[in-house]
């Protein structure tokens, strides 16, 4: 069961769990502002680096204030556990909005719907119409984990009166990590064992398989397309506005863009976040960090980064959305790491013969292997998009 109240706020329901901690709906008892509190593991399951990262987060973003950046409002340790608030976004991943029909997206509500179906549903909306969205609503039988009827029939928590029961700001993230820390025996490790995040196909999954026909058909829906390139565009802006600010996020993946009810695209997860101008490349200690499918070859090699390792990112996510397939597949990080620095990707019009030319022909020159050869800005890629 939830927690009630979790330093200065009042929890409400749960949005998610996952291998590190949870994630909230809460508001803050200091201001009756609501924000999604992600709070960490604790006790052995505290793993520092996520503790690290969470300072970081905060860290990063709470100087930053763009509509299509993520805000943070606080972070600290609440009874051993790291907690970070930030702005709460009701919205879907980038990957489920485009994957949502023109019928359900033809009305606001009809998006809402979906938002509120994959909250209480979870997992992928792809190709949802609105009699399903109307099956769900009848299915919800009993209470769901992520409703808040499940806390419906508990007393309210008492009203924010100041207190020392928790520690702010990230130097107490920081010490909690410092503390738990042992001598780092099981980080990734170019010579080590890899556990970086690595999408392997499926068992049903025949590498360099091409889309099928109906396959093909849903990904070049001309509302779907205006869909994907409106992301984009919002995403170049936002890219724009953090490598003004000397940062690169260095993980940019679907599942790290979020839409909201208002069709506002926001980047999320700046826990990997860095500045150009710190010392050395990406890794430290040999480590690397991201998540092997939107990496870079000059992240691979662990080699100084920029802002254009974020814009071959952007490329790979572009490739994806148009083709239905990731520009390079493999069932080891070994293998597609090769075909990343040694081999091409497949042209997109031989994947999807009928995709729109001008987001291939983007989405080609931003996974180019040497950073020259890409666009060179987030601006340059919106101006191209635009064309």
Not at 350 to 363: C, E, I, K, P, T
Request: contains cysteine.
């Amino acid at each position: 069961m939830a927690p009630k109240v979790i330093g200065p706020y009042r929890v409400l329901e749960t949005l998610g769990s996952g291998g590190v901690g949870t994630v909230y709906r809460s508001i803050d008892r200091r201001t009756g502002e609501v924000a999604a509190l992600k709070l960490l593991s604790t006790g052995p399951a505290l793993d520092p680096k996520a503790a690290r990262r969470l300072a970081r987060e905060f860290e990063t973003l709470q100087g930053l204030s763009h509509p299509n950046v993520v805000k943070v409002y606080d972070t600290g340790v609440f009874q051993g556990y790291p907690y970070l608030a930030m702005e709460l976004i009701d919205g879907l991943t980038l990957r489920n909005y485009l994957s949502l029909s023109d019928e359900v997206l033809a009305s606001d509500h009809g998006l809402l719907r979906a938002i509120d179906a994959q909250r209480r549903l979870g997992g992928s909306l792809e190709n949802i119409v609105p009699d399903e969205l109307d099956e769900a609503d009848e299915e919800d039988e009993g209470p769901s984990p992520f409703g808040l009827s499940t806390f419906g029939e508990e007393a309210p928590s008492e009203e924010y009166s100041g207190g020392d029961e928790w520690e702010t700001g990230p130097g107490s993230v920081r010490a909690l990590a410092d503390f738990v820390d042992e001598p780092d025996t099981n980080n990734t490790s170019l010579s080590g064992e890899l556990i970086l995040p690595f999408d392997a196909p499926g068992a049903d999954r025949v590498i360099g398989l091409k889309p099928s026909a109906a396959e093909l058909e849903t990904l070049n829906r001309p509302e779907r397309v205006g869909r994907l390139k409106d992301a984009m565009l919002q995403l170049c802006e936002a890219l724009a506005y953090i490598h003004g600010y000397g940062l690169i996020h260095r993980d940019l993946k679907p599942t790290n863009v979020m839409v909201d009810e208002d069709r506002i695209v926001r980047l999320m997860d700046f826990g990997l976040a860095k500045y150009i101008s710190d010392d050395g490349a990406v890794t430290a200690d040999g480590r690397l960090v991201g998540t092997f499918r939107y990496m870079a070859p000059e992240q691979i090699l662990g080699e100084k980064l920029d802002t254009r390792t974020d814009l071959y990112s952007l490329g790979v996510i572009l490739y994806e959305l148009l083709s239905g397939r990731p520009p390079f597949e493999a069932k080891t990080p070994y293998e597609l790491w090769q075909k990343v620095l040694e081999t091409e990707a497949p042209q997109l019009q031989s994947v999807n013969n009928r995709g729109d030319r001008v987001l291939s022909r983007v989405a080609h020159r931003l996974i180019r292997k040497e950073p020259d050869d890409r666009f060179q800005t987030a601006e340059e890629v919106y101006e191209a998009l635009i064309e």
